[in-house]
């Protein structure tokens, strides 16, 4: 039997930091600030596959309290994730929410490059906020995935 979990993460962008969504480094004048590398989408598709798993979220799993995690690889991380779990993801679909920079030029990689850390097809789309709020501002990034899972012998984590 399937399981679903829904994953959602956001990010303020700031000076001085690599922009890094879906694994790969997107050339733009701002980056996402966090304890790891902020990787808004890997995270959100972490903790949409530890939910569909029954396995906490990746706050519980790599605090920012721990300095092991401190701009730590998060493509990294969702292949530890994976590796820990007794079953497997099926797919994921993502959507990573930001005004600018534009993902669709860098889709084909993002895709390629967290479907290759999570063993299965991984569809990202991209939208803006229509201008409202914080990310309408350009204030951040934020991204919210969902995960389907398949527990080892149909059975639940």
Do not use: Q
């Amino acid at each position: 039997m399937s399981r679903v979990g829904i994953g959602y993460d956001s990010h303020r962008l700031v000076a001085g930091r690599p922009l890094i969504i879906g694994g790969v480094e997107i050339e733009f004048e701002r980056g996402l600030s966090g304890h790891s590398d902020a990787d808004v989408l890997a995270h959100a598709i972490a903790d949409a596959v530890l939910g569909a798993a029954g396995a906490g979220d990746i706050g519980t799993h790599f605090p920012p309290s721990d300095d092991r995690w401190k701009d730590a690889d998060s493509i990294g991380l969702l292949r530890t994730i994976v590796a820990s779990l007794d079953g497997r993801v099926v797919n994921v679909d993502a959507t990573v929410i930001c005004e600018r920079p534009a993902i669709g030029p860098h889709r084909a990689a993002i895709e390629e490059r967290l479907g290759s850390a999570l063993g299965a097809p991984v569809s990202v789309k991209a939208t803006t906020n229509e201008g409202l709020g914080a990310i309408g501002r350009e204030e951040g990034i934020a991204a919210i995935a969902v995960a389907s899972y398949e527990p080892a012998d149909g059975a639940s984590e």
